[in-house]
C-alpha cells in the first residue's frame, strides 16, 4: 500500500509567484499612467515658443506698422490741409509744419527700431519710450487736459487765450475778419426765420455778427438788432469756450452797432469764437497723439518682451 501511494506535486509555490509578480506590476502599470496623463496635460514647450516666435517675428511687427502708417497719413494731411482764415497772424502754419514733420520724424524712427529690434532691443525700446512720452505729454497739452501750457507752447488753450487778448493781435485778427467778409452772407442774405438758429452757425459769425444771446435784444434782420424797451443790458453775461464758462464784461452787450464795419468784432464773444473755430484741428491733433503713443508704446513694449522670450528659449 505504501510503495503504491503516488506522491502529488504541489505547484503553490510558482502561482504565489506570479500572483506577486502581478500585484508587483500594477502599481509600476498605474505609476506609469499617471507619469503619461501628467505629461499630456502639460502643454508642449515647442509650442509655446514657436507662438512667441510667430508674434516676435510676424504678428507684432506687421501691427506696429500698419500703426506707424496713421502717423505718415496724418503728417500728409496736416501738410495739404488748408490753413483756417486769419491763423496765418498767430504763426500757426508754421506750427502746423512743424508737427507734420515731428509726425514724419516719429514715422521714422518706430520703423527703425523694428527692424534694428534683435541686434539692438534694448536701445530701440528706450529711444521709442522716451520719443512716445514726449508725444503723449503734447498730445495731453493740445487736448488741454493738463493745466502745463505756458505762453511758449503753441496752439494750446492758455496759449491762444494770451493771443486773443492781446490788443495789437486783436486788431489785426480783427481786420482780417472783416476783409475776408465772415458776416456778408449774414448782411446780403438774412434769412426771414426768426429768431435764427444760432446753434448751427460757425463760431465767427455767431460772436462776431450778432449780439451776445444774453443781451435781450429783438432783430430787424440778422445784422441789425435793438434792444427791448424797458429793458436793460444784464449785470453779467456768460460765455462758452470750449468746456470752460467764462463770465465776460457788461460791456459786451454796450459794443454791439448795427455798423457793418463794427457790429460785435470787439465782443469777448468774437474772440472765443474764432479761437473755438480755429483751435478744433488742434485738438483734434491732441487726441490722436495721445491714442497713437499710447497704442505704439503698448506695441513696442510687447515686441520687446517677445524679442527677450525668444532669445532665452533659443
Request: charged letters at 20%.
Amino acid at each position: 500500500m505504501a510503495d503504491n501511494a503516488q506522491v502529488v506535486p504541489v505547484e503553490e509555490p510558482a502561482a504565489t509567484a506570479t500572483a506577486t509578480a502581478t500585484t508587483t506590476t500594477e502599481p509600476e502599470a498605474n505609476s506609469s499612467d499617471k507619469m503619461e496623463s501628467q505629461s499630456d496635460n502639460k502643454p508642449p514647450v515647442g509650442t509655446l515658443v514657436a507662438l512667441v516666435n510667430i508674434l516676435a517675428a510676424g504678428v507684432l511687427p506687421i501691427f506696429t506698422f500698419v500703426l506707424s502708417l496713421t502717423l505718415l497719413g496724418y503728417a500728409v494731411w496736416l501738410l495739404y490741409m488748408r490753413s483756417y482764415d486769419c491763423e496765418d497772424i498767430l504763426g500757426l502754419p508754421r506750427v502746423q509744419t512743424l508737427a507734420s514733420v515731428g509726425l514724419l520724424a516719429v514715422f521714422v524712427v518706430s520703423n527703425a527700431a523694428l527692424f534694428l529690434r534683435r541686434k539692438f532691443p534694448m536701445p530701440a525700446l528706450v529711444v521709442m519710450v522716451v520719443i512716445l512720452l514726449l508725444m503723449l505729454f503734447i498730445g495731453l497739452a493740445y487736448a488741454g487736459v493738463n493745466e502745463m501750457q505756458s505762453r511758449r507752447f503753441p496752439a494750446t488753450r492758455m496759449w491762444f487765450k494770451l493771443k486773443i487778448m492781446d490788443d495789437v493781435n486783436w486788431n489785426n485778427i480783427k481786420s482780417c475778419i472783416y476783409d475776408k467778409g465772415a458776416c456778408n452772407d449774414l448782411i446780403y442774405e438774412s434769412p426771414n426765420e426768426k429768431p435764427y438758429n444760432r446753434r448751427n452757425m460757425p463760431p465767427i459769425k455767431n460772436g462776431c455778427c450778432m449780439p451776445p444771446e444774453t443781451c435781450n435784444m429783438d432783430a430787424i434782420n440778422a445784422t441789425f438788432w435793438y434792444r427791448r424797451k424797458d429793458e436793460g443790458p444784464p449785470s453779467s453775461m456768460t460765455l462758452m469756450y470750449g468746456d470752460e464758462m467764462m463770465v465776460g464784461r457788461i460791456s459786451d452787450c454796450q459794443l454791439w452797432r448795427n455798423d457793418w464795419s463794427i457790429l460785435c468784432y470787439d465782443c469777448r464773444s468774437c474772440k472765443f469764437g474764432f479761437v473755438r473755430s480755429v483751435r478744433r484741428k488742434w485738438w483734434q491733433l491732441g487726441i490722436f497723439l495721445i491714442v497713437i503713443s499710447i497704442l505704439l508704446l503698448i506695441s513696442h513694449l510687447l515686441i520687446f518682451l517677445a524679442t527677450f522670450w525668444e532669445r532665452f528659449k533659443g
